[in-house]
């Protein structure tokens, strides 16, 4: 990002860093929630945000048309297209809790002697 201005002494905390196998939106949110304790300047949470990115998600990055990036919604929003497949792939708590179960319950008749 060109025209970034660090100042002095700034210094951001150790970012989680997003291989792009998990949820990008949770992802995004803890990174938001991280950065803007040290700062809420749009260039700088848009600059540091590589830092939170590697393997393939910094090769994506690095990849952007800075054309196509101007703000850092548009940042944003190309990271959530980008990576939405595994935020709709993440289970929620719910389908979480079935899937336990399942497993529980297969278990409990395995070693009844039930078999699958």
């Keep these: 990002m ?13 970012l989680d860093k997003y291989k792009g196998i998990t949820c990008s939106k949770n992802h995004l949110k803890m990174y938001c929630r ?20 590697v393997g393939v998600a910094i090769t994506w990055y690095t990849n952007l048309e800075s054309s196509r990036v101007r703000s850092w919604k548009d940042l944003m929003d190309a990271f959530l ?4 497949y595994n935020s709709d792939m993440a289970l929620d708590r719910m389908q979480l809790q ?12 395995t070693l009844k002697g039930g078999g699958i």
Excluded: W
């Design 81 to 84: 297209r980008k990576y939405q």
């Design 34 to 53: 991280k950065i803007e304790a040290c700062t809420k300047d749009e260039k700088l949470l848009m600059h540091f945000f590589q830092e939170s990115l």
């Design 98 to 109: 079935t899937c336990v179960k399942g497993s529980m319950n297969l278990s409990k008749n």
């Design 2 to 14: 060109p025209d970034v201005v660090i100042p002095p002494k700034f210094k951001v905390l150790n």
